[in-house]
């Protein structure tokens, strides 16, 4: 069964710190990684995809299929940073729809 | 518009009542999505159009959802005698075709209260 794991409900990291938010995932195919974030009253926006292999705003994540996982990294946290981080999953497999994880609350402390 | 756009952006209803969400994609996006997200939780799907065909409904929650994109752009998200556990917030999305590594632009949401 196609299912995204986010191990952690809330992160907090001093500014500066480096942070990483895990994901694991199952899928029985080749899957499609996405990072998403949401921002304090805005909707959900993408942060970046394995498949461009791109830095987005410093975050940088790497699909591990040996370890199905897709965690998203930053070496020096922000305060703009704070935010509701998802990862998400899609495949052919599944008309392209995106299974969700439930989410990690990063909060950046000054 | 720039991006998907959803309206109500709140729905307040009585149990028992109808509801109907509108959804306006992205012009020329030929995949929309429907999903639902409960407090605390990640969205979960509900169903998916290409273009005006609605390929795979297997989120939908009961046969008191109901969804259509007639012309293939505009989509609606209905739902029948509303019960409280239909409280959350339902987002669209869309993107420009139907492959897998494409990202989905969301709207704002619409939140459903039901009392």
């Known amino acids: 069964a196609q299912r995204v794991t986010q191990p952690e409900k809330l992160l907090s990291v001093f500014k500066g710190a480096p942070v990483e938010l895990k994901c694991n995932y199952s899928?029985?195919?080749?899957?499609?990684l996405f990072w998403y974030v949401q921002y304090s009253r805005q909707r959900l926006q993408l942060l970046l995809r394995h498949i461009s292999r791109e830095s987005i705003k410093g975050f940088t994540a790497d699909l591990n299929k040996g370890e199905t996982s897709f965690h998203l990294k930053k070496p020096f946290a922000q305060e703009e940073d704070s935010a509701m981080y998802y990862c998400a999953l899609s495949g052919r497999n599944n008309f392209n729809k995106f299974y969700f994880g439930s989410g990690t609350k990063l909060n950046v402390k000054p | 518009g720039a991006g998907v756009s959803q309206s109500p952006r709140y729905k307040v209803a009585k149990r028992g009542q109808d509801v109907a969400l509108r959804c306006d994609p992205i012009?020329?996006?030929?995949?929309l999505f429907w999903y639902q997200q409960a407090l605390g939780q990640g969205p979960e799907f509900l169903t998916y159009f290409q273009n005006e065909a609605q390929l795979d409904k297997s989120g939908l929650p009961s046969d008191r959802f109901f969804a259509e994109r007639p012309e293939g752009s505009v989509s609606t998200l209905k739902i029948q005698r509303t019960q409280q556990e239909d409280s959350a917030v339902y987002l669209c999305a869309s993107s420009s075709t139907g492959n897998s590594n494409q990202p989905q632009h969301f709207g704002d949401g619409t939140r459903l209260s039901i009392l």
């Open positions: 899928y029985s195919g080749s899957p499609e």
């Open positions: 012009s020329g996006h030929v995949s």
